[in-house]
């Protein structure tokens, strides 16, 4: 299972804190809707890898 989704996450929100502080709120709005979108997509990802995980095992 490949790990590197966490960092990713995890850079996500570090560039996202760093690009906050120079937005307007409206700027901040859609943001905070691409960080969300960003992060699920790093979620599904992860989750379908350890569903993938445990149908190889039980197969």
Known sequence: MPRESVPR?????GNAMLISAHMSPDDEAVRMRLLRTSLRRVLDEKIASVCQCFISRYE
């Open 9 to 13: 996450a995890s850079r996500l929100l």
